[in-house]
Every structure is written in structure tokens, then in C-alpha cells.
């Protein structure tokens, strides 16, 4: 419910926030759930969603998904097919794989490293996130994330979760 009343306009990021960390996350913002003991025994679908909803607003200041903040068509699909593969009994089966920038979960350690080996390390963690995001994606139907066949998505097309009475 809360991702549709923010990528609608109906609520701000910081409302959007404010609930998810009441309802969902336990009291962790959406951007940093992965530390949250319970993320690593929740649904499986929720951290990436959460991830991927986090991408759609700035979170430096206020605002509705409004007027220069509206959501493109193909934004508004995409989030109306998590929401609809959210009201559905199917399990996620998708690996996960982390697809924030790795400098943002960066430790000191990192940072050492990264230094020592002039950003080798840096491009060593991108190169080895993008196999096996590229590897994860060979897994299903991709471009039907989250859900993982044709016939999945199809099949809870035909239920209409949001038109039955």
C-alpha cells in the first residue's frame, strides 16, 4: 500500500519513509534494512523492493512523486507489477543480488583498499556485481522481475487483486 500511494503522488518520500519504518523495516530506512537482523529472515522480496523504491526520490529533502518528480510510464509499470506480485501467494525464488552502488556500503576497510590499489578494488567489487547480476538475470524472465516465469505474471494477471469488489 505505501509504495503505490508514493509512486501516485498520495504521500511524500518522508511519509513514505516514516510508514515503511513503522510497518516493514523494523525501524531501518528503506536504504539501510540489509543491516536489520530480521532482513536476513524476512520475505525475500522485500530488501530488493525496498532498494529499488529508495532509487525513486531524493531523500535530501520533501517531496511527492509530482510535477518534475513524476515517475516515467515505464517507472509506474514496473512499480505496479511489484505491488501486484506482492498481493500474490508466490514465493520469491530470484537470488539476491545487491545492486547499490558497493562505494555507499563501503567500510573503512574498503576505503583502504581502494586506496593501497589506485580504485582496483573498487572496480574489482563493481565488475564482480555486475556478473552476477548479469548471471541472475539468465535465471528467469527478467524483465518480469520480481516475478520469476511468464506464466507466473500471467496467471496472477488474471486474478485482479485490485478489481474483485
Excluded at 525475500?44 to 526520490?57: D, G, N
Excluded at 528467469?140 to 516465469?149: I, R, S, V, Y
Aim: glycine share 4%; charged share 30%; hydrophobic share 35%.
Amino acid at each position: 500500500m505505501h509504495l503505490r500511494q508514493l509512486s501516485t503522488g498520495q504521500i511524500s518520500n518522508d511519509d513514505f519513509e516514516e510508514r515503511i519504518m513503522t510497518d516493514v523495516t523494523y525501524g531501518w530506512p528503506p536504504e539501510q534494512y540489509y543491516l536489520a537482523e530480521e532482513s536476513k529472515t524476512d520475505d525475500l522480496v522485500i530488501r530488493p523492493i525496498l532498494e529499488f523504491s529508495w532509487c525513486l526520490y531524493n531523500d535530501t529533502y520533501n517531496h511527492k512523486l509530482t510535477g518534475s518528480h513524476r515517475l516515467s510510464d515505464e517507472q509506474t509499470k514496473e512499480i505496479a507489477r511489484f505491488i501486484l506480485f506482492l498481493h500474490s501467494n508466490l514465493e520469491y525464488d530470484w537470488t539476491y543480488i545487491d545492486l547499490i552502488n558497493p562505494v555507499i556500503r563501503f567500510s573503512f576497510t574498503d576505503i583502504l583498499k581502494s586506496i593501497i590499489t589506485l580504485g582496483k578494488h573498487y572496480r574489482d567489487l563493481n565488475l564482480k556485481r555486475e556478473e552476477e547480476f548479469e548471471l541472475m538475470k539468465k535465471t528467469g524472465d527478467f524483465e518480469l522481475w520480481p516475478f520469476k516465469t511468464t506464466t507466473d505474471y500471467q496467471e496472477q494477471l488474471k486474478c485482479h487483486p485490485f478489481l474483485n469488489g
